[in-house]
């Protein structure tokens, strides 16, 4: 076989698993992975119930309640998901370069079209909606990455040049986001998602995974440094602010430490079984954003730690699920757009509790499925639509 006719084949190899065929869609509504379809709903109703217990005290200060728009929103999310698992996923992964291309030009847009919000100019308002470029920034590298490196094929393995271009544009629009909309917490998360696609998809992954745990081996000498550094420095960097917050928060209570601690105090006075849902006393405009990042510190709060536990039980089934039809998935690219997907949970689910516990400096992330707001949720809600319409594929393809 000459090379020439080894590019043909390969190319057609790699068209036929972008398009998919009438056959393989087919065999998707003989399966559908219903036990992830459960864990989201009880996730979205966790989420309801926490965000009536917090909300309900602000329908004694305010007309209306922001209760019902939040109904109104996981009503909207179900729909897209709905949606979602319905479209074939190799027909989402040919539209995607689109539509990582336009999540760079509205990223960029934000800066000069966009909205400020309590401080930051991270949304854009079309009138009748209102939402992040940055979670459209994050589907797109969920969608986009895995066709990348499905078409590379072998070359991904074989060429150190591969898994770095890869990794290149992952940092690229990480930079671009944090420069255009001052979201460091989201350029980290989307990087984040680009490398562990890398990792699981690279065969010899073990020079990435070595760089890795270097890299948090040096969290902790790196922590100490700072320490010494800021607490005996000043600056008008809202970011270094937030470093000495979280290194002193008695101290620096006005520059956001309040926040910090009253999560604390929320979080030991819930003890073991929690005061009781709609119990809480943090919540009645004394811990600042309850109902949205500090809302695991209600949880613990009223609640307690079995409530904790049992929420964390409900975000590791839901990984566990994600796991499963990325493990069982009909075809690599499949199984890489799940690899992100379950990325994309784990690390905002970690950054928020990590940052209510106080165990890294404050960040502004959302917990998934829990925490009030519509961008977010819908936009992981389409994300949980393209898992179950790869897990409808995953049977019948094993036994064409």
Excluded at 15 to 39: I, M, P, Q
Excluded at 167 to 196: E, H, M, P, Q, R
Aim: charged share 15%; glycine share 10%.
């Amino acid at each position: 076989m000459t090379h020439r006719q080894e590019n043909v084949r390969a190319a057609r190899g790699r068209f036929h698993l972008l398009r998919g065929s009438r056959k393989d869609e087919a065999a998707g509504a003989d399966y559908f992975d219903y036990n992830l379809l459960a864990v989201v709903i009880l996730l979205t109703a966790f989420g309801l119930v926490m965000q009536y217990s917090v909300t309900a005290y602000s329908m004694l200060q305010v007309k209306g309640h922001p209760f019902m728009k939040q109904i109104l929103i996981c009503v909207g999310g179900m729909l897209i998901l709905i949606v979602a698992s319905r479209i074939d996923y190799h027909g989402l992964a040919k539209g995607s370069g689109l539509l990582f291309a336009g999540s760079i030009l509205l990223v960029i847009a934000t800066r000069f079209i966009g909205k400020n919000v309590n401080g930051a100019t991270r949304w854009i308002d079309l009138g009748f909606i209102q939402f992040q470029p940055s979670e459209v920034a994050k589907l797109a590298v969920i969608l986009y990455i895995p066709v990348l490196i499905t078409m590379m094929g072998t070359k991904f393995g074989k060429y150190k040049r591969a898994p770095a271009r890869i990794l290149g544009l992952g940092l690229l629009t990480a930079f671009l986001v944090y420069k255009f909309t001052d979201n460091l917490s989201t350029a980290i998360i989307i990087f984040g998602i680009c490398f562990v696609m890398v990792i699981v998809a690279h065969p010899h992954p073990r020079g990435l995974v070595a760089l890795f745990f270097a890299a948090l081996a040096a969290v902790y000498p790196v922590y100490l440094v700072l320490k010494s550094i800021f607490q005996t420095a000043s600056s008008t960097s809202f970011r270094y602010r937030r470093i000495l917050t979280w290194l002193n928060p008695e101290k620096y209570q006005k520059e956001g430490g309040y926040q910090v601690m009253q999560g604390l105090y929320a979080i030991g006075s819930g003890g073991l079984f929690g005061k009781g849902l709609g119990n809480s006393a943090q919540k009645l405009g004394v811990l600042p954003e309850a109902e949205n990042d500090m809302i695991f510190a209600i949880v613990c709060e009223e609640l307690g730690l079995v409530g904790a536990f049992i929420l964390t039980g409900l975000f590791i089934y839901l990984l566990y699920r994600l796991f499963f039809i990325a493990l069982n998935a009909p075809d690599r690219l499949g199984a890489l757009i799940v690899v992100g997907i379950f990325s994309h949970v784990a690390i905002q689910v970690v950054l928020n509790i990590a940052v209510v516990l106080s165990i890294i400096p404050t960040t502004g992330i959302t917990l998934p499925f829990v925490s009030s707001g519509g961008t977010s949720l819908w936009f992981l809600m389409a994300e949980m639509g393209i898992a179950l319409n790869i897990s409808g594929q995953i049977i019948e393809r094993k036994k064409s």
